[in-house]
T-cell receptor, first 113, second 115 residues
């Protein structure tokens, strides 16, 4: 079982460039989430989805966009990258039941220079 | 909105000793779940232990146990017989039982194990 797979693991972007962080899960989870983790801090929610075709903003959505065309995939798009978006990004998924474990990808370390 | 606070940015403990990490949270909901996640240098988020708010009994997983005080909104993690492999960042997290069941994380506590 692959679980939650994120690509790439590392990326350096120049200011103003765009990129897509890929996330896919093979556990048939309805719920998927994107978090960012700044150095020495906890994880903050960027966007989330409760099923294919349904997405909503989290705590820090500015500068990002998402889509959820299938149950498996939940890509995160960065438009016009800024230094403030330098962070580690985590994708997570879970079943529609609060006490179940949320599974996390390995994270993407993004640096904007 | 729910918030989670971890007031100890760093903790250290001698190998084989016991350490307790603190966590408090704020919510107006009565039904929710609480978690402790471990993040080693590999960055992987690993579930350590979970607690359902409707259960009075504190959760236990081998050397890890919690002290859940619902009225005080407190959820501390006790690690017994600390091992070198326990060194990591530890995050307390809250999850609502309703809606999108988003995880809300504390700021984390960096745990160092001294040999």
């Amino acid at each position: 079982n692959a679980g939650v797979t994120q690509t790439p693991k590392f990326r350096i972007l120049k200011i103003g460039q765009s990129m897509t962080l890929q996330c896919t899960q093979d556990m048939n989870h309805n719920y998927m989430y994107w978090y960012r983790q700044d150095p020495g801090m906890g994880l903050k929610l960027i966007y989330y989805s409760v099923g294919a075709g349904i997405t909503d903003k989290g705590e820090v959505p500015n500068g990002y966009n998402v889509s959820r065309s299938t149950t498996e995939d939940f890509p995160l798009r960065l438009e016009l990258a800024a230094p403030s978006q330098t962070s580690v990004y985590f994708c997570a998924s879970s079943y529609q039941s609060g006490n179940t474990e949320a599974f996390f990808g390995q994270g993407t370390r993004l640096t904007v220079v | 909105a729910q918030t989670v606070t971890q007031s100890q940015p760093e903790m250290s403990v001698q190998e084989a000793e016991t350490v307790t990490l603190s966590c408090t949270y704020d919510t107006s909901e009565s039904d929710y779940y609480l978690f402790w996640y471990k993040q080693p240098p590999s960055r992987q988020m690993i579930l350590v232990i979970r607690q359902e708010a409707y259960k009075q009994q504190n959760a236990t997983e081998n050397r890890f146990s919690v002290n859940f005080q619902k009225a005080a909104k407190s959820f501390s993690l006790k690690i017994s017989d600390s091992q070198l492999g326990d060194a990591a960042m530890y995050f307390c997290a809250y999850r609502s039982a309703r809606g999108a069941q988003k995880l809300v994380f504390g700021q984390g506590t960096r745990l160092t194990i001294n040999p």
